[in-house]
């Protein structure tokens, strides 16, 4: 028998045959924050443009086993994310910023479906409404599923291999480990070995705790061996017998074991992510203490606590492990927030009838309130600031202040009144607004800041599709410049390699950076001339010829 749920529950395992209210009202949030000018700005450094390229130039060759990047095998990623990018690409015939991000929000849609869904199963129907509000209302989960990012695709898939291991062990135990194991190698190929890690350390501190490891020794679990090897496997051996052990060195000893071990790049404390969930998860990280105080009790069902344990040791392996890592970025964590959504939506709906324990539906009102001001606080600032350094920002910045402004007053009015569903849905709202605004009017605006499009067009007028262009001493994979002129620019490291292209009796082009440039004009013996200066985001980058034009 299974000790985590009834057969009753166990009938009701499948995805609901109707549409009820709250999955519609959480489909149509994740429709409205996510999709909505997905393609109205271009792509963005460092990311979205190396990923876009690499899939482009795939495009470009024909091939479907590697992406290439600047003509370069492209080494630090696998293969399903560039593979679903030039799939999403197919209507428009080539890759373009919308097709790009499509993989990002297509996953993070079906990630609130599955949040609403197994909210809905284990914790009650607006517990599952309400986790999903608080994961689509995250401000580091809207970012990423409008970006061209690969961690959503894998997000989506832990999830999905743990919750069918949960399953499995209510029944029919070698068809749900199958699923998951075939969910942790899409996993890994997504992202790599943390596939399987991250699910499989989560799984096996839930049997011990539940003291139930004897479940390991089951002969299903061949089954989910046997899914896991035949989806992950079969790329990585392709390479091996192909050619391309180079890639999976580099890719298993250096992109994975080194930058947990010794990180060449992203190295950050182990306290880290501390910092980020408060920022990344705001308003949502102020009511962990309240969950941890109201985690189930023995007399609560089963199948709830049951629930609440996976959900929440799922976090603190995510957590753990990023955390032990040498190498930090805050968008690693991202598959921790589906769990803590989760646990965060049953203590509000807790919260909201008063069944969690002593004071805390008092507190939780409290930091909604406070969540609601901090908010309109923060709105009020940024008028401030932008006023003196960017005043061009300064008119969608006063309309975002008087969109938390008047949600924080609503919210303290219906908190008064003792409205404490209402006002919870004000500051959801209020979120929502939020981010719709700065998707739409905003982020649009900072793309003439960030984009590279109109600098490559201004190579192009000077070096067109032919003339010899190069660049030096660039991130090996910057790509956005390749991406808006659709050409490639082969890079160069050494200052002797750069005066011999600039000898050349042709006249030819380079890119080069601003901290370059200055050792440059001290040092360098060929002559070089200014064509282009642009600022893009942080950086400035110039073009230069060997003879005036």
């Not at 095998?73 to 890759?95: C, E, M, Q, T």
């Not at 009144?417 to 649009?444: C, D, N």
Request: proline share 7%; charged share 15%; with cysteine.
């Amino acid at each position: 028998m299974c000790r985590h749920r009834t057969p009753r529950d166990m009938a009701a395992d499948p995805l609901p045959r109707r549409l009820t209210p709250g999955l519609l009202l959480i489909l149509g949030m994740g429709l409205l924050l996510f999709f909505p000018g997905l393609g109205n700005h271009d792509l963005w450094d460092p990311n979205e443009p190396v990923f876009a390229e690499g899939a482009r130039e795939m495009q470009e060759r024909g091939t479907w086993l590697l992406p290439y990047v600047n003509g370069e095998v492209y080494l630090d990623k696998p293969i399903l994310y560039f593979w679903a990018l030039r799939v999403a690409s197919l209507p428009w015939g080539s890759v373009t910023e919308t097709s790009a991000r499509l993989p990002s929000a297509l996953p993070a849609l079906a990630t609130l479906m599955l949040v609403y869904w197994f909210g809905r199963r284990f914790f009650g129907e607006r517990a599952g409404v309400l986790a999903a509000a608080v994961l689509a209302t995250a401000p580091v989960f809207v970012w990423e599923a409008r970006f061209a990012q690969m961690d959503p695709m894998l997000m989506l898939f832990l999830l999905l291999s743990l919750l069918c291991f949960h399953r499995a062990r209510c029944g029919r135990a070698a068809l749900w480990l199958a699923a998951s194991g075939a969910w942790a190698g899409l996993a890994v190929l997504t992202k790599g070995p943390m596939g399987l890690v991250l699910p499989g350390a989560a799984a096996l501190v839930v049997l011990a705790l539940e003291r139930d490891l004897r479940f390991l020794w089951r002969p299903a679990w061949l089954a989910g061996a046997a899914a896991f090897l035949v989806v992950a496997t079969p790329w990585y051996l392709t390479l091996a017998f192909t050619g391309h052990g180079d890639w999976l060195h580099e890719f298993f000893l250096r992109q994975n074991v080194g930058r947990f071990l010794d990180p060449f790049d992203h190295a950050r404390p182990f306290y880290y992510y501390g910092k980020r969930f408060l920022t990344d998860l705001f308003p949502w990280c102020l009511f962990l203490p309240l969950l941890l105080l109201d985690r189930p009790r023995a007399g609560d069902p089963a199948a709830e606590r049951g629930a609440w344990r996976l959900m929440a040791v799922y976090a603190a392996v995510v957590l753990a492990f990023f955390s032990a890592a040498g190498a930090k970025r805050g968008v690693y964590i991202l598959p921790l927030y589906p769990a803590y959504a989760l646990l965060v939506g049953r203590f509000l709906d807790r919260a909201l009838t008063g069944a969690a324990s002593g004071k805390l539906p008092r507190v939780a009102r409290v930091l909604t309130q406070v969540a609601a001001l901090a908010l309109a606080t923060q709105g009020l600032l940024a008028v401030y600031y932008l006023q003196s350094r960017y005043p061009e920002f300064t008119a969608p910045a006063a309309w975002l202040a008087g969109i938390t402004v008047a949600g924080a007053l609503v919210l303290v009015v219906l908190n008064a009144r003792g409205r404490s569903t209402a006002a919870l849905a004000t500051l959801m709202g209020t979120l929502a607004a939020v981010y719709l605004m700065a998707a739409l009017i905003i982020v649009p605006q900072v793309d003439a800041y960030k984009s590279a499009r109109p600098f490559s067009r201004r190579i192009l007028e000077h070096a067109g599709q032919d003339a010899p262009l190069r660049s030096y001493r660039f991130w090996k994979w910057r790509s956005n410049y390749l991406f808006y002129t659709r050409r490639l620019m082969p890079n160069m490291n050494a200052m002797e390699d750069l005066e011999q292209f600039l000898s050349t009796p042709e006249q030819v082009y380079v890119l080069i950076r601003e901290r370059d440039r200055r050792r440059l004009t001290a040092d360098l013996q060929a002559s070089f001339h200014p064509l282009e200066t642009a600022h893009i985001g942080a950086k400035t980058v110039h073009l230069y010829t060997n003879r005036p034009e």
